[in-house]
């Protein structure tokens, strides 16, 4: 409470530190941290893009990753590789296992 019985109101403290705002922050959020503007946002949305449509093409995965991708733990993509029940490739027998993101696509489909 301040000294006239009211509550601190979090928008006039916003506002007296909008002189001083990081560039890109345009307001200040319930809690007093500062919140991105909406062109900002957008501006590092757009530039992310084509970098995540880069990353998301038909590469290839690890046997980690592929376990993210398909939301299993390791120890069950090791399982479903050892049985041939998850596409795969290997360089040779014993080798890495490699996932394709289109394979592991298609094998959560079916």
Request: charged share 20%; aromatic share 8%.
């Amino acid at each position: 409470m301040s000294a006239n019985g009211h509550a601190p109101n979090v928008f006039v403290r916003a506002a007296r530190r909008d002189l001083s705002m990081p560039p890109g922050f345009a307001r200040y959020d319930a809690h007093g941290q500062p919140s991105l503007s909406r062109d900002l946002a957008e501006e590092i949305a757009q530039r992310l893009a084509p970098m995540l449509r880069g990353s998301g093409g038909d590469g290839w995965m690890d046997s980690a990753a592929a376990a993210v991708y398909v939301g299993r733990p390791i120890s069950a993509i090791r399982k479903l590789t050892a049985a041939r029940q998850i596409p795969f490739e290997q360089t040779s027998a014993g080798a890495r296992c490699y996932f394709r993101r289109a394979d592991l696509d298609a094998w959560m489909q079916s």
